[in-house]
C-alpha cells in the first residue's frame, strides 16, 4: 500500500474550478504589478505536468503586455485561478494560493515581489 497522501486541492468559490495541486506551498508570491495588485491575489507556482487542473466550464481568460500568460478565472464566481503560459517552453504555471484552505495559506511562507519598481523580491 502507497503512504496515503492528502490531496491539496485549490478550488474557486462556487466549485466550478478546482486544481489538485502535488503538495501544500511553502512559499507564496505577494506581487505588487498593475494586475496582481488589482486581482488582489497570492501566487502558489507549480509544474504544469504535477497540477490537474478541472473545469465545469470553459475558464474566462486575460492578457496583458507582451501576453505571455494567460490569466484566468472562473466563468461562474468570477474568483482568480491561476495563470498558465502561453509558450509550450515553458513549464511552470502559478495558483492563486487564496483559493486553498486558510491554514495552508497561513502556514506558507510570505515572499513580496516588487514588480511595480525593482523587479525583485525583498
Ligand atoms: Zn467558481
Redesign the pocket.
Known sequence: MPDAVEDIIAT??????TIRLPKAPSEITHCNCSLCRRYGVLWAYYEIADVVIATKRPTDTYAWGGKNVDFHR??????VTHWYPRKSSRTSLGVNARLLDQKLLSAADVRYKDSAGTGLFH
Request: hydrophobic fraction near 15%; include cysteine.
Open positions: 474557486c468559490h462556487c466549485g466550478t474550478v472562473c466563468f461562474d464566481c468570477g474568483c
